[in-house]
C-alpha cells in the first residue's frame, strides 16, 4: 500500500509542484571538511525552489544561496555553491539529487556548517529523510527546462551533452577507468521517483586508496571512510561488505548527475549524456545550455505551453536577500 501511495503521489507530483509536508533534522559530518554539520529541511512555498540558510558564519550573519548553476563556485571532488569568504555550502550533489529524484521543487535548507553531511555517501539517507517528512503535493502547476537544440562539451577524451527530449529527463553515462575493479560501465534510464529509489539512490561515493594521502595534504577527504565511501585498493574493494550494486561505481555518477543537473533550477526535459564526465562536466553542460535563449524553453507542466518572458525572468531569478527564520 505505502509503494502504491508513493506511485499516486509522484504521477501528482510530475504536473504539480511539491513541497515537505514537515521540517526534519539530519546530523552528521562533511566528508571533505570532516566537521559536524546540522541540517534542517524545511517546507516552502510554491515557486520558492531550492535554497540554502547558511548559519554558524563568523561575522554572525546567515547567507542565503539558491542553488543555482550561476551560485556554483567550484567543482573540484563536489560541488560548492555561494562564495567561500562570505559563506558556501560544499557537497550539496547527493541531497539535491534526492529532492530532483523524488520529484521535490520547494525547499529550504538549513546548515550551520560549510558542508552537507556525507552520512553513508549516497542519497538513500536523504530519501529516507524526505519520506520521514512527507510529501505534500502544491496548487500550482509544475515548471519544465525544455532542451531544445543539442548543447555539447569536450575536454580530453571526455564530453556531455544535452539532446531534445520531450518525453522524458533521460541519463546515459558511461565511465571508463584504468582499474580491473570498475573498467568501463555504462548505465541509462529516464529518471522517475520509482526508478531512483530503486535504482540509483544508494549508490556511494567511491575513491581510491593510493589518492587519499595526496587528498588529505589538499585539505580534502577529511571525513572520508569506509563508512561513507566506496574505497578501492590495489586487489579490490575495501569496504568489508562489498558494493551494492555490481556497477555501484556508474549509477553513483548517474546519481551526481542528477543532483548537478538540477542546478538549471527547474526540472529537465532532455536527454543527457556524458562519457567520463564529473562535476566539472556537469556545471560545464549547463553553462553551455544556458549561453543561448534559443537553447531552451520553459514549459508548463499542465498546458505544455512555453512561457512569456516575464515568468521566465521570474523562474530565472537566482539571487534573494538574505533573510532569517526562527530559530529552533
Keep these: 500500500m505505502q509503494g502504491s501511495r508513493r506511485e499516486a503521489q509522484s504521477s501528482q507530483s510530475n504536473r504539480s509542484q511539491a513541497t515537505l509536508s514537515a521540517p526534519v533534522t539530519l546530523v552528521g559530518i562533511g566528508v571533505h571538511s570532516g566537521d559536524q554539520v546540522k541540517m534542517i529541511l524545511h517546507p516552502?512555498?510554491?515557486?520558492?525552489?531550492?535554497?540554502?540558510?547558511?548559519?554558524?558564519?563568523?561575522?554572525?550573519?546567515?547567507?542565503?544561496?539558491?542553488?543555482?548553476?550561476?551560485?556554483?563556485?567550484?567543482?573540484?571532488?563536489?560541488?560548492?555553491?555561494?562564495?567561500?569568504?562570505?559563506?558556501?555550502?560544499?557537497?550539496?550533489?547527493?541531497?539535491?539529487?534526492?529532492?530532483?529524484?523524488?520529484?521535490?521543487?520547494?525547499?529550504?535548507?538549513?546548515?550551520?556548517?560549510?558542508?552537507?553531511?556525507?552520512?553513508?555517501?549516497?542519497?538513500?539517507?536523504?530519501?529516507?529523510?524526505?519520506?520521514?517528512?512527507?510529501?505534500?503535493?502544491q496548487g500550482a502547476p509544475r515548471r519544465y527546462l525544455k532542451v531544445l537544440k543539442p548543447v555539447r562539451v569536450v575536454q580530453g577524451k571526455a564530453f556531455a551533452e544535452l539532446l531534445p527530449n520531450d518525453r522524458a529527463f533521460r541519463l546515459d553515462v558511461e565511465i571508463d577507468f584504468a582499474t580491473p575493479v570498475i573498467g568501463r560501465q555504462r548505465k541509462a534510464m529516464d529518471l522517475s521517483p520509482s526508478i531512483f529509489r530503486r535504482e540509483i539512490s544508494q549508490a556511494r561515493d567511491f575513491g581510491f586508496m593510493r589518492d587519499v594521502e595526496k587528498l588529505w595534504s589538499a585539505g580534502?577527504?577529511?571525513?572520508?571512510?569506509?563508512?561513507?565511501?566506496?574505497?578501492?585498493?590495489?586487489?579490490?574493494?575495501?569496504?568489508?561488505?562489498?558494493?551494492?550494486?555490481?556497477?555501484?561505481?556508474?549509477?553513483?555518477?548517474?546519481l551526481d548527475a542528477v543532483g548537478d543537473l538540477s542546478l538549471a533550477g527547474l526540472?529537465?526535459?532532455?536527454?543527457?549524456?556524458?562519457?567520463?564526465?564529473?562535476?566539472?562536466?556537469?556545471?560545464?553542460?549547463?553553462?553551455?545550455?544556458?549561453?543561448?535563449?534559443?537553447?531552451?524553453?520553459?514549459?508548463?507542466?499542465?498546458?505544455?505551453?512555453?512561457?512569456?518572458?516575464?515568468?521566465?525572468?521570474?523562474?530565472?531569478?537566482?539571487?534573494?536577500?538574505?533573510?532569517?527564520?526562527?530559530?529552533?
Excluded: W
Aim: charged content about 20%; some cysteine; overall charge negative.
Design 44 to 137: 516552502a512555498e510554491v515557486n520558492h525552489g531550492i535554497a540554502f540558510l547558511r548559519t554558524g558564519l563568523p561575522d554572525g550573519m546567515d547567507r542565503l544561496i539558491d542553488a543555482r548553476h550561476l551560485a556554483v563556485t567550484a567543482t573540484e571532488l563536489c560541488t560548492v555553491i555561494g562564495d567561500r569568504e562570505t559563506g558556501a555550502v560544499a557537497t550539496i550533489e547527493h541531497l539535491i539529487a534526492a529532492f530532483s529524484g523524488l520529484n521535490i521543487d520547494n525547499v529550504l535548507v538549513e546548515i550551520d556548517g560549510p558542508e552537507v553531511p556525507i552520512l553513508d555517501g549516497s542519497s538513500a539517507p536523504f530519501v529516507d529523510a524526505i519520506d520521514q517528512a512527507g510529501i505534500t503535493v
Design 220 to 254: 580534502f577527504a577529511l571525513g572520508a571512510s569506509l563508512e561513507n565511501t566506496v574505497v578501492i585498493g590495489d586487489d579490490g574493494i575495501m569496504n568489508p561488505d562489498g558494493l551494492r550494486y555490481a556497477d555501484e561505481f556508474v549509477r553513483h555518477k548517474l
Design 267 to 328: 526540472p529537465l526535459l532532455g536527454t543527457y549524456r556524458s562519457y567520463c564526465g564529473g562535476h566539472r562536466m556537469n556545471f560545464s553542460v549547463l553553462e553551455a545550455l544556458f549561453s543561448n535563449r534559443s537553447n531552451y524553453a520553459v514549459v508548463d507542466a499542465v498546458r505544455h505551453r512555453e512561457m512569456d518572458q516575464t515568468e521566465l525572468n521570474k523562474a530565472n531569478a537566482t539571487v534573494r536577500p538574505t533573510q532569517r527564520i526562527p530559530s529552533h
